[in-house]
């Protein structure tokens, strides 16, 4: 993982607090600067339907085009846009700008059905005008809801979960799907699942990179797959970097995949017409 960040991950955040402080404004400035410099960019990761490796969707993952630091990993800004209240504006670039170029390519004969994925942090998920904001953009590039899936990352639910339980009913009934991420490497995981609605579950790839030759990996994986199939809901299998890691997932009854094996985020410019090279149709098929 650390080879696709950038150069900051390892120069930023070293020697003493006072340091790190000082560091942190700057990349806090930096960050500011960025967003009026235009220079956050989405790429997408396909997600594949195991059974026909079909692509059925993508998530869109934001990276950060700096003019001095080059591309850079949202594992190194994220935590930082969090913690300086700029996720705001940049999760609403990011959400926009996805939205503005699938709905570009449904125009172009995409299949209808093709579900995009948004990484949605709780941050901006209670800001009072969030729902607004959210039917907005749908309204404004004529997307259908039910093209969209926002990821909330299962850690930060615990937040406020009253609060966060009936935004989430309310962007649901405007038909936006809910995905529940990283599902697995929270606290209290199977409370979630009673106090939150959700449409879809993503199993961390901590567990997918090690279940082949992990029985313990393994049993976490089969369990919420079956978790997930008696919730009724598809399961995303995040990380899969082998075919042995797809068969293998598959034959436990995991319906969808995502992972470097079937491609790794791309502008979708670059996105090929087949993926790998392993026979799989893309969306234009
Ligand atoms: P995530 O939402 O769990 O996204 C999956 C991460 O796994 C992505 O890292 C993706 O590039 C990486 N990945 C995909 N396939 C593989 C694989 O086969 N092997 C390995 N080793 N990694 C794989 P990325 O793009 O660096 O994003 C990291 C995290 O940053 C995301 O984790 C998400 O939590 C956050 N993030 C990204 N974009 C946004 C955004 O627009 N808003 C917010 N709030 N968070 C974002
Ligand atoms: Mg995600
Ligand atoms: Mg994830
Ligand atoms: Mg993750």
Redesign the pocket.
């Known amino acids: 993982?650390a080879k696709?960040?950038g150069p900051i991950s390892y120069e930023v955040f070293q020697g003493s607090m006072a340091e790190q402080s000082t560091q942190k404004i700057h990349l806090i400035a930096e960050l500011n600067a960025a967003i009026e410099k235009n220079e956050f960019r989405?790429?997408f990761?396909p997600v594949v339907r195991l059974s026909d490796s079909k692509v059925i969707g993508a998530?869109?993952?934001?990276?950060w085009q700096s003019g001095q630091r080059g591309l850079v990993?949202?594992?190194v800004f994220?935590p930082l846009a969090?913690e300086s209240g700029l996720?705001l504006p940049?999760?609403h670039w990011?959400l926009r700008e996805s939205c503005r170029q699938i709905a570009e390519r449904l125009k172009n004969g995409w299949a209808s059905d093709f579900d995009v994925h948004?990484?949605?942090?709780v941050r901006?998920l209670i800001q009072s005008d969030f729902y607004q904001k959210l039917e907005a953009i749908l309204q404004e590039f004529s997307l259908s809801p039910h093209n969209l899936t926002l990821?909330i990352?299962e850690s930060i639910l615990i937040e406020d979960s009253n609060v966060i339980a009936t935004l989430i009913s309310r962007i649901r009934l405007l038909g936006v799907s809910i995905a529940i991420?990283?599902f697995g490497t929270g606290y209290s995981s199977m409370s979630y699942l009673h106090q939150f609605a959700f449409d879809c579950l993503?199993i961390?790839?901590s567990f997918v990179?090690r279940f082949l030759d992990n029985h313990k990996s393994e049993a976490i994986v089969s369990a919420i797959i079956r978790l997930a199939g008696g919730f009724d809901v598809p399961l995303v299998a995040?990380?899969?970097?082998t075919l042995e890691q797809a068969q293998r997932l598959h034959e436990l009854g995991c319906q969808r995949a995502?992972?470097?094996?079937f491609g790794?985020?791309a502008p979708l410019e670059e996105w090929p017409e087949g993926w790998c090279g392993s026979g799989q149709s893309g969306p234009l098929s």
């Open positions: 993982k696709d960040k989405v790429y990761q998530e869109a993952l934001v990276r990993a949202p594992g994220i969090e996720i940049i999760g990011v948004v990484n949605v942090s901006q990821e990352t991420d990283d993503k961390d790839q990179s995040e990380g899969v970097e995502q992972g470097y094996y790794r985020p």
